[in-house]
């Protein structure tokens, strides 16, 4: 290996066990073989000065060595919670701390009621912050508890955090609360590092603490870090934790507006389910919630242990993390061929299901990460979102492991995968390449598209395989004595997928667009077009310049619309779903009166009378739009069963009327809600 190569990989190993010491506190090798590494970075930096950059670790503070802050000696020490990993923990912490309190019982203590403070645990970083007379003087990370860092002029850019508190001051006020990085923010960051070819941040939270811990605060003041109150370290006494937040609230500290007062633990329980079902609703991140005992005198007969309370507990969410090794690194191909590499993994348990594939999104993702075969990686499944390797285990990788390089071949057709110049992504260009073909009759039926039920990926899969269908046109020719001849299907299913064919021939024209495939064209883009033309007739009339100047098309879909159907094979697709008679025709928007129109409805969670597209369909059949997201302008927000918690809160922000289900069905007869 060169000294290039070796400097670069130095550096990558320092960082990488910088960051598991220091902001994962979670050490992988000793700090003897730590010292080395830097050592042998620095060697060779002095040998080789051309190679030094301002990148280096060796150049930046932030590492270890904790002199790069001065040293802060917490007035009164920061404790950490004990955790409870599982429900069952949480409950028995619950009952020990009632029997102790004496509810429901013989008092042994205290006046038998208990009532909790839940709230969210914020993943970030615990730091301090000292007002005197009001101002703030003081920033301070937890460190090992008595001592932390010095960040003062870093925190100070937070620029949620008051200058000055609101109101009376008291002479001295010290609150403790996390910082931390919003998803949003750490996913712009990350993209700008990865097109500077700079390192990745696996997570928020290991973005924020780095944001934070700058040695520069003018970097510090460049990402955006927010802040959440918790806790009081010094400062005027309240009876209760619920009146110090308050007390905070109004002083001008920002406080969670999640935090719950209880009377029961069968609420907080309920809390709790309810924020692991609804944690990535949140633009931050939350690995837990904090369960505290509201009454101070109360708290105060608990007690403490050395490390933590006794009146508090952290109940800790699954980790959505895992380690697990990469066994191999394949492509798959999609509709519209691109090539998305994916990891084979040896199955681990991630958020509490096992995980055997994880994406790795495309070629250079897989560079930038510099993940191999034969590597340890970080796994990590978030919610419904797909499974994804983050990050290699460097200390684990094998010497000499091969780096991966994208195949040159198509997986299932041996077509040439060729990368667009200019794109990220790389495709298998071969139309009748099987894996494209079963991927554009699966995306045909799928929801967004003609929504036919009952046709998902294995039985289309079934069905080419069978020869019955080779494009979307041959959906509408299936016979039932076909499908009878076909393993897995009884007269009921037969019927009720030639049903559910049958009823998608009435779909309006956008979703036929959207079903066909056409590189470009999206929703929005099938709506316009639609709207523009009329009919699909029209549209395949149409001339490239006539669809360019259409408003919401432009060249590039215009371009792309033309090139598809000026294709011989698609065209036999049109006359196939023609012959059918699959509606070509647009909305007869004249047919349904326009009482939404110029109104902005936004719909989350399940409605029991319609899907959440039919429901968008029908807001939009009436002149009105319907966004993904609550903003300002929107008129009415609709909540189905379990809906999205934060547009809830997004519309209560924005003063949005939230209703149900009955008032939006008489909103879309009558313009008017009940
Ligand atoms: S209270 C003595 N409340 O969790 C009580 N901590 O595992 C002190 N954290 O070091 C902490 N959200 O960094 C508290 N709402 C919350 C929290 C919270 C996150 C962190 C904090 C603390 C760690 C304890």
């Known amino acids: 290996m060169d000294a290039a190569s070796r400097v670069e990989e130095l550096r990558r190993l320092?960082?990488?066990?910088?960051?598991?010491?220091?902001?994962?506190?979670?050490?992988?090798?000793?700090?003897?073989?730590?010292?080395?590494?830097?050592?042998?970075?620095?060697?060779?930096?002095?040998?080789?000065?051309?190679?030094?950059?301002?990148?280096?670790?060796?150049?930046?503070?932030?590492?270890?060595?904790?002199?790069?802050?001065?040293?802060?000696?917490?007035?009164?020490?920061?404790?950490?919670?004990?955790?409870?990993?599982?429900?069952?923990?949480?409950?028995?912490?619950?009952?020990?701390?009632?029997?102790?309190?004496?509810?429901?019982?013989?008092?042994?203590?205290?006046?038998?009621?208990?009532?909790?403070?839940?709230?969210?645990?914020?993943?970030?970083?615990?730091?301090?912050?000292?007002?005197?007379g009001g101002r703030y003087v003081r920033g301070a990370t937890r460190g090992n508890g008595v001592v932390g860092e010095d960040v003062t002029e870093n925190v100070r850019t937070i620029s949620v955090i008051p200058e000055r508190l609101e109101g009376d001051a008291p002479e001295v006020l010290e609150v403790r609360g996390e910082v931390y990085m919003p998803v949003s923010a750490f996913e712009e960051l990350n993209q700008r590092q990865g097109e500077a070819g700079l390192?990745?941040?696996?997570?928020?939270?290991?973005?924020?603490?780095?944001?934070?811990?700058?040695?520069?605060?003018?970097?510090?003041?460049?990402?955006?870090?927010?802040?959440?109150?918790?806790?009081?370290?010094?400062?005027?006494?309240?009876?209760?934790?619920?009146?110090?937040?308050?007390?905070?609230?109004?002083?001008?500290?920002?406080?969670?507006?999640?935090?719950?007062?209880?009377?029961?633990?069968?609420?907080?329980?309920?809390?709790?389910?309810?924020?692991?079902?609804?944690?990535?609703?949140?633009?931050?991140?939350?690995?837990?919630?904090?369960?505290?005992?509201?009454?101070?005198?109360?708290?105060?007969?608990?007690?403490?242990?050395?490390?933590?309370?006794?009146?508090a507990i952290a109940y800790k969410f699954p980790p959505e993390e895992a380690t697990t090794v990469l066994k191999d690194i394949m492509v798959s191909i999609g509709r519209t061929g691109k090539a998305t590499p994916f990891a084979q993994l040896e199955p681990v348990k991630v958020s509490g299901s096992t995980v055997q594939l994880a994406t790795l999104h495309n070629q250079d993702q897989v560079r930038v990460k510099d993940v191999r075969p034969g590597d340890t990686v970080t796994v990590r499944k978030a919610g419904d979102v797909i499974p994804e390797v983050v990050a290699p285990v460097l200390s684990k990788r094998r010497e000499g492991l091969p780096e991966w390089s994208f195949p040159k071949e198509c997986p299932v057709c041996h077509g040439p995968l060729i990368r667009i110049e200019g794109e990220s992504d790389t495709f298998c260009v071969n139309v009748d390449c099987p894996a494209q073909r079963d991927g554009r009759i699966i995306h045909f039926a799928s929801r967004g598209a003609m929504d036919i039920e009952g046709l998902g990926e294995k039985r289309v899969s079934q069905l080419t395989t069978a020869g019955l269908l080779s494009d979307p046109g041959d959906i509408y020719y299936?016979?039932?004595?076909?499908?009878?001849?076909?393993?897995?299907?009884?007269?009921?299913?037969?019927?009720?997928?030639?049903?559910?064919?049958?009823?998608?021939?009435?779909?309006?024209?956008?979703?036929?667009?959207?079903?066909?495939?056409?590189?470009?064209?999206?929703?929005?883009?099938?709506?316009?077009?639609?709207?523009?033309?009329?009919?699909?007739?029209?549209?395949?009339?149409?001339?490239?310049?006539?669809?360019?100047?259409?408003?919401?098309?432009?060249?590039?879909?215009?371009?792309?619309v033309c090139e598809f159907f000026a294709l011989d094979r698609n065209r036999q697709v049109i006359d196939k779903l023609r012959g059918a008679g699959v509606n070509f025709a647009g909305v007869e928007r004249s047919t349904l009166p326009p009482t939404l129109a110029g109104k902005s409805v936004v719909v989350t969670g399940t409605l029991e009378s319609m899907s959440r597209d039919r429901a968008v369909e029908a807001v939009k059949a009436r002149g009105g739009s319907s966004p993904g997201s609550v903003s300002k302008k929107t008129a009415y927000l609709v909540a189905g069963a379990e809906p999205g918690q934060a547009k809830v809160t997004k519309a209560e922000e924005c003063g949005v009327p939230v209703i149900d289900e009955a008032a939006f069905l008489h909103l879309l007869e009558t313009g008017e809600v009940p």
């Open 14 to 132: 320092v960082e990488h066990h910088t960051e598991r010491y220091y902001l994962l506190d979670d050490p992988e090798i000793s700090d003897a073989e730590f010292d080395g590494l830097v050592r042998e970075l620095r060697a060779l930096e002095d040998a080789h000065p051309e190679l030094r950059t301002e990148e280096s670790p060796t150049q930046k503070v932030g590492g270890r060595a904790s002199t790069a802050f001065a040293e802060v000696r917490h007035r009164v020490p920061m404790m950490s919670l004990d955790n409870a990993f599982s429900f069952d923990e949480l409950v028995a912490w619950g009952k020990r701390m009632e029997r102790y309190i004496g509810v429901g019982g013989e008092p042994q203590t205290g006046s038998g009621h208990v009532d909790y403070v839940c709230e969210l645990k914020i993943d970030g970083i615990a730091c301090s912050l000292l007002y005197e």
């Open 199 to 311: 390192r990745l941040f696996a997570n928020p939270r290991n973005s924020g603490a780095g944001s934070l811990r700058q040695k520069d605060p003018k970097i510090t003041a460049s990402r955006d870090l927010r802040f959440w109150a918790y806790q009081l370290g010094e400062g005027p006494r309240f009876r209760r934790h619920s009146e110090t937040l308050d007390y905070l609230k109004a002083a001008g500290l920002p406080v969670n507006p999640n935090v719950r007062t209880v009377g029961s633990l069968d609420e907080v329980f309920a809390y709790c389910e309810n924020w692991l079902k609804h944690r990535h609703d949140l633009d931050y991140e939350i690995d837990g919630v904090v369960v505290k005992v509201d009454d101070l005198a109360q708290r105060e007969e608990l007690g403490s242990t050395s490390k933590s309370p006794r009146w």
């Open 478 to 560: 299936l016979t039932y004595e076909a499908l009878m001849g076909l393993e897995g299907f009884a007269g009921i299913s037969a019927r009720n997928l030639l049903d559910a064919i049958e009823a998608s021939k009435t779909r309006p024209l956008p979703s036929l667009l959207v079903g066909l495939s056409i590189r470009h064209l999206g929703g929005r883009g099938a709506e316009v077009l639609a709207d523009a033309f009329g009919s699909l007739d029209r549209i395949l009339e149409a001339s490239e310049e006539e669809m360019a100047v259409t408003p919401g098309v432009g060249p590039v879909i215009a371009k792309s």
